[in-house]
């Protein structure tokens, strides 16, 4: 694999957000040595490395998903406006 793409693909993921939240670090943040008095379980290890690879995927698809989501979104019926409706019926 490509270096620069493996490099910046691991950034990418690392800040990765949902809702402003940079999903790795939140996950993390809350299972810190400190915090829980251990280190992380083999199990929760895997967890995070199985995450990073939903979300690597995610951005790798991105491209895609987002072509679709605008061929759906030129293909909609146009929705009432609300005045419209309500003399309608709807």
Known sequence: MDTHIYET???AVWEYRISGYQVVKKWLSYREKAILGRGLKVEEAEYVTEMASRI???ILMQPELDA???AVKADTWPWPHKETAI???V
């Open 87 to 89: 003399r309608h019926g």
């Open 68 to 70: 679709n989501y605008e």
């Open 9 to 11: 693909t691991l950034k």
């Open 56 to 58: 690597a995927a995610l």
